[in-house]
């Protein structure tokens, strides 16, 4: 296929999706936490890329190499801080963005597998908090883990199970950074692209809901 086709196939690609009609009470301003969560995310990711180029995921080097990225790193301090306020607004954002899922009732058919997908995302996002809380491998986010991994073991029959798992034996560790560090950076992510790409296409395919 030569340049000039693929160019058009582009193009037509592009102009079909921008003459996709939208309902017109998608302009409600309430409408916009879904695509203000998918920003954080990107934030994310990409500030994310950035701390990890300097992180330490030990539990010697965890704290030591935080300090590091704000001491003296060039703009590290600015990017751990828009880091750090990126995942809470991603937390507020997708909240409110289920809470106009749920008061439009756009969950209903046939967007029922959208709303599973939208709530993955939410325990993901939620899931990302909690590991990169962790990560820092001070006093508090020690015992977050610790905490973190208990609530795990109390869930019934598998609990003991999911708790030696999350915490890579008997007790929180440095294997136990190690899995949450994989988590947050690798397991976690793929996840979340894997559902936002469904989330997308189905939205793509079904078209925006036009709520009440």
């Given at each position: 296929?030569?340049?000039?086709?693929?160019?058009?196939?582009?193009?037509?690609?592009?102009?079909?999706?921008?003459?996709?009609?939208?309902?017109?009470?998608?302009?409600?301003?309430?409408?916009?936490?879904?695509?203000?969560?998918?920003?954080?995310?990107?934030?994310?990711?990409?500030?994310?890329?950035?701390?990890?180029?300097?992180?330490?995921?030990?539990?010697?080097?965890?704290?030591?190499?935080?300090?590091?990225?704000?001491?003296?790193?060039?703009?590290?301090?600015?990017v751990r801080s828009i880091h750090r306020i990126a995942s809470n607004l991603m937390v507020v954002f997708v909240l409110f963005h289920m809470l106009r899922v749920i008061l439009t009732k756009s969950y209903?058919?046939?967007?029922?597998?959208?709303?599973?997908?939208?709530?993955?995302?939410?325990?993901?996002?939620?899931?990302?908090?909690?590991?990169?809380?962790?990560?820092?491998?001070?006093?508090?986010?020690?015992?977050?883990?610790?905490?973190?991994?208990?609530?795990?073991?109390?869930?019934?029959?598998?609990?003991?199970?999911?708790?030696?798992?999350?915490?890579?034996?008997?007790?929180?560790?440095?294997?136990?950074?190690?899995?949450?560090?994989?988590?947050?950076?690798?397991?976690?992510?793929?996840?979340?692209?894997?559902?936002?790409?469904?989330?997308?296409?189905?939205?793509?395919?079904?078209?925006?809901?036009?709520?009440?």
């Amino acid at each position: 296929m030569s340049t000039e086709m693929k160019d058009v196939d582009v193009k037509t690609m592009l102009k079909e999706i921008g003459a996709k009609p939208v309902p017109a009470s998608v302009r409600k301003f309430y409408y916009c936490f879904g695509g203000l969560t998918f920003l954080t995310f990107c934030v994310q990711v990409l500030t994310g890329i950035i701390l990890a180029m300097y992180y330490v995921p030990t539990p010697e080097g965890a704290y030591a190499s935080i300090q590091f990225i704000m001491t003296d790193v060039n703009m590290g301090a600015v990017v751990r801080s828009i880091h750090r306020i990126a995942s809470n607004l991603m937390v507020v954002f997708v909240l409110f963005h289920m809470l106009r899922v749920i008061l439009t009732k756009s969950y209903k058919h046939p967007r029922q597998f959208n709303w599973v997908a939208g709530v993955c995302l939410l325990l993901l996002t939620l899931g990302f908090c909690f590991t990169g809380y962790m990560l820092i491998w001070d006093q508090v986010g020690y015992w977050a883990a610790v905490i973190g991994t208990q609530i795990a073991g109390s869930i019934p029959l598998l609990g003991g199970v999911l708790q030696e798992m999350a915490q890579g034996g008997s007790k929180v560790s440095g294997v136990t950074l190690s899995r949450f560090y994989a988590l947050h950076i690798a397991g976690m992510p793929i996840l979340a692209i894997l559902f936002l790409t469904l989330h997308f296409i189905m939205i793509r395919k079904q078209g925006i809901s036009r709520g009440l």
